[in-house]
């Protein structure tokens, strides 16, 4: 089994790179998969020497990037060099440390790309663009990500990129202090998430979808769950309603499966241009569920060009993660799983909690758990989570 971490380049950097590493691999990690870009976030840091906090608004680029290689989307890349240099200080080290290092790659949570270009935005079936988020469907923005992992995979020795959020989020994933003060089912988040951006609605037209004709029932529809007389989101079960639509309108039916294509061949894009560079660079992705609950990447239609899956917390959905498990290991490639363990979330090294879902984890098995995250919690917690895992080896 092999143990992992996430880390972030800001936090190596005030910590040192030699330093971290040499502690790392004391601890008994053998991987690092480092944050290449990022979205918004502030983070604290409790072992920080220099910087306890790091807080970005809209995001950005956390290595040097080859510039001239990209297109209309420009990469805006944090000002500090010296955190942008860990990068090229890893890749110089980690053999030395004998660990392998592997690329954090951020999808479309990436809020300075739509400032930077606006019409890469997600737009809402109401019209209203959401810029927290970018659209997989954009050509500009399928041309940066693709440009943005060969150019990784040109630059470093990195064992895989692990793609986190490179499909369709929820709608309001990554508001700043939301506010959302009615009960929203399932179905009408769904609707809400789907794009109506210009190259979604051309893609569509293209393909004989009656755009305008789809949006107004989907208007309709949202217009029926927020009315509501009650409390309560009157729409009916998720899964139940998808179904229906499918059946009944050939529209819905042909964009959602467009929607799904476009994620679809993102992934190939991207790991046709890895693979030109670097054949064998595994493509990770996430499945059954993204970070924020939305679905993972269609499997069955990536699975011959992904070389690693990660699950989240598969005490809670045991039979979808030995369904992946059972896939990947029906592919007859070398397809790795790898268990996403957030440790002290909420209940710390210690609780039972992070003790099942370890022991699930080995279950079905994974061949790698990679800890969340490095930088944030303190080395006793990290070093505690890593006996716990070396100890389920032995039972």
């Given at each position: 089994?092999?143990?992992?971490?996430?880390?972030?380049?800001?936090?190596?950097?005030?910590?040192?790179?030699?330093?971290?590493?040499?502690?790392?691999?004391d601890l008994g990690l053998q991987g690092l998969r480092i944050a290449s870009n990022y979205h918004p976030i502030g983070?604290?840091?409790?072992?920080?020497?220099?910087r306890r906090i790091l807080y970005t608004e809209l995001g950005g680029v956390f290595f040097p990037v080859r510039p001239?290689?990209?297109?209309?989307?420009?990469?805006?890349?944090?000002?500090?060099?010296?955190?942008?240099?860990?990068?090229?200080?890893?890749?110089?080290?980690v053999d030395r440390y004998g660990m392998s290092m592997s690329a954090w790659t951020i999808g479309m949570f990436q809020p300075w790309i739509t400032h930077q270009v606006p019409d890469t935005a997600r737009v809402t079936p109401s019209g209203d663009a959401i810029p927290s988020m970018a659209c997989p469907a954009n050509?500009?923005?399928?041309?940066?990500?693709?440009?943005?992992?060969?150019?990784l995979a040109g630059q470093y020795p990195i064992e895989g990129i692990h793609l986190e959020g490179i499909s369709f989020h929820h709608y309001?994933?990554?508001?700043?202090?939301?506010?959302?003060?009615?009960?929203?089912?399932?179905?009408?988040?769904?609707?809400?998430?789907?794009?109506?951006?210009?190259?979604?609605r051309s893609k569509a037209d293209r393909h004989?979808?009656?755009?305008?004709?789809?949006?107004?029932?989907?208007?309709?529809?949202?217009?029926?769950?927020?009315?509501?007389?009650?409390?309560?989101?009157?729409?009916?079960?998720?899964?139940?309603?998808?179904?229906?639509?499918?059946?009944?309108?050939?529209?819905?039916?042909?964009?959602?499966?467009?929607?799904?294509?476009?994620?679809?061949?993102?992934?190939?894009?991207?790991?046709?241009?890895?693979?030109?560079?670097?054949p064998g660079c595994r493509i990770g992705v996430?499945?059954?569920?993204?970070?924020?609950?939305?679905?993972?990447?269609?499997?069955?239609?990536?699975?011959?060009?992904?070389g690693s899956v990660l699950v989240w917390e598969p005490s809670k959905r045991l039979d979808a993660a030995r369904r992946i498990r059972a896939a990947t290991l029906a592919s007859g490639r070398d397809v790795h799983l790898s268990h996403f363990q957030a440790c002290g979330w909420p209940h710390g090294a210690d609780s039972p909690e992070v003790r099942h879902e370890l022991e699930t984890a080995y279950s079905l098995p994974v061949d790698s758990v990679v800890f969340y995250n490095y930088g944030l919690v303190r080395q006793g917690q990290m070093r505690r989570m890593i006996e716990i895992a070396r100890s389920l080896e032995r039972t």
């Open positions: 089994m092999k143990l992992e971490s996430w880390v972030y380049p800001w936090d190596m950097a005030s910590a040192g790179v030699d330093a971290m590493l040499s502690e790392m691999r983070t604290l840091s409790p072992r920080s020497k220099n001239e290689r990209y297109g209309r989307i420009r990469p805006q890349c944090w000002h500090e060099a010296e955190v942008l240099n860990v990068w090229p200080q890893v890749a110089e080290r050509p500009d923005v399928r041309a940066f990500f693709t440009c943005l992992c060969a150019d309001n994933y990554g508001w700043v202090r939301p506010r959302i003060l009615i009960d929203l089912a399932p179905w009408t988040n769904f609707l809400m998430s789907l794009c109506f951006c210009q190259a979604c004989g979808v009656d755009v305008e004709g789809l949006r107004t029932r989907i208007l309709r529809e949202l217009d029926h769950c927020f009315e509501a007389p009650g409390d309560t989101d009157r729409a009916p079960p998720m899964e139940q309603r998808y179904h229906e639509w499918l059946q009944t309108d050939g529209d819905f039916a042909k964009f959602v499966s467009l929607r799904e294509d476009a994620v679809v061949q993102l992934i190939q894009e991207i790991s046709d241009a890895v693979h030109a560079i670097r996430w499945s059954p569920i993204e970070v924020d609950g939305s679905a993972g990447v269609n499997l069955e239609r990536v699975m011959r060009v992904v």
